[in-house]
């Protein structure tokens, strides 16, 4: 069964929009751990925002932010003030295992973020 | 900062043929995970180590074989590269001590003709 459930292949957002991007996971853990990266057309991997299952506060990174809501399962990114630099793909990924720590690092599919000037 | 470095970046391989994909990373790190990133799928995690002379299934682990027999080093073997096994792989690394998230290597885009 899939972990990490990226509805939206694709987005486009107008720059100095908003924009919020899906992620719904699947754990029985009741300890785990969420992440964002972003994969620009570069190829790296550039970690952008955490949140721990147990955090009461959404996690927030400079113009990201993470709105998680842990009885729906989801952890959806938000970018404020969209930069033509932000075009890129963004993964969301979960930790479970051993708490925070876990050895089990899964990712799910990707939504590719277009940027429009 | 060296950080996660991988070798080779680039490889072209005929089916049958094998070759091992290095990672190394200087940040003392306990664990090490092997990833290869297909349009559509995402990252998949082949192969995974919590600490040196330890290795664990991920979940893509056919075809592949993995050693970590020096704790800054994880190494990825293909024994017969098959065209299915062309992919973006990615090594990555973490450790309780530097917080939760992982760090990656630049990638190595491998073609097996």
């Known amino acids: 069964a899939q972990k990490i459930t990226q509805t939206q292949p694709g987005m486009f957002v107008q720059e100095k929009e908003a924009v919020t991007l899906d992620c719904t996971y699947d754990?029985?853990?009741?300890?785990?751990?969420l992440f964002w990266y972003k994969q620009p057309s570069s190829g790296e991997m550039i970690f952008l925002i955490y949140?721990?299952?147990?955090?009461?506060q959404n996690a927030t990174e400079g113009r990201y932010s993470l709105n998680f809501q842990k009885a729906r399962k989801s952890a959806n990114l938000v970018i404020s003030a969209s930069q033509l630099g932000d075009s890129a793909m963004y993964f969301c990924?979960?930790?479970?295992?051993?708490?925070?720590?876990?050895?089990?690092?899964?990712f799910g599919p990707g939504t590719r973020l277009s940027v429009l000037p | 900062n060296a950080g996660v470095t991988q070798t080779p970046k680039f490889r072209v391989l005929k089916t049958g043929q094998s070759m091992t994909l290095l990672c190394a990373q200087d940040?003392?790190?306990?664990?090490m995970y092997w990833y290869r990133q297909d349009p559509g799928m995402g990252l998949r995690l082949i192969h995974y180590?919590?600490?040196?002379?330890?290795?664990a299934k991920g979940e893509v682990p056919d075809g592949y074989n993995v050693s970590r027999l020096k704790k800054q080093n994880f190494l990825l073997g293909l024994e017969s590269a098959a065209p299915s096994q062309t992919s973006v792989y990615f090594c990555?690394?973490?450790?309780?001590?530097?917080?939760?998230?992982?760090?990656f290597g630049q990638g190595t885009r491998l073609t097996v003709v």
């Open positions: 949140q721990g299952s147990y955090d009461e």
């Open positions: 754990t029985s853990d009741q300890s785990y751990g």
């Open positions: 990555a690394s973490s450790s309780p001590g530097t917080g939760p998230e992982a760090f």
């Open positions: 990924a979960m930790r479970e295992g051993v708490g925070n720590y876990g050895q089990n690092f899964v």
């Open positions: 940040m003392n790190h306990e664990y």
């Open positions: 180590s919590v600490g040196e002379g330890t290795t």
